[in-house]
Nanobody, 117 residues
Framework: QVQLVESGGGLVQAEESLRLSCAAS????????MEWYRQAPGKQRELVAG???????NYAESAKGRFTISRDNAKNTVDLQMNSLKPDDTAVYYC???????????WGQGTQVTVSS
């Protein structure tokens, strides 16, 4: 059974930081691209950042320079360090595992991030 369990969300003020973590089980972690998505009320889910098993990263324009994604293949975890948070970052953040060979994608349950001005 695949499980992606996010933690670390919460309520912060603008310019503060949060670190989200995602623990994966039931998958071959090293074969998956790990990603963080977010969905704000009334908006579509969007990619925030992704990282390959080898550590290649990509970021949404809105995340560049403020967010850092990292993974620990030994611990099956992926983190998202978010600095200089803005009210526009308010959303539910989802961890996702994507295996290119099978095109299978798994999702976590999401964690709420709220940034007050």
């Amino acid at each position: 059974q695949v499980q992606l369990v996010e933690s670390g969300g919460g309520l912060v003020q603008a310019e503060e930081s949060l670190r989200l973590s995602c623990a994966a089980s039931g998958i071959i972690f090293s074969l998956n691209i790990m990603e963080w998505y977010r969905q704000a009320p009334g908006k579509q889910r969007e990619l925030v950042a992704g990282i390959t098993s080898g550590g290649i990263t990509n970021y949404a324009e809105s995340a560049k320079g403020r967010f850092t994604i990292s993974r620990d293949n030994a611990k099956n975890t992926v983190d998202l360090q978010m600095n200089s948070l803005k009210p526009d970052d308010t959303a539910v953040y989802y961890c996702s595992a994507y295996m290119p060979s099978s095109k299978r994608r798994y999702w976590g349950q999401g964690t709420q991030v709220t940034v007050s001005s």
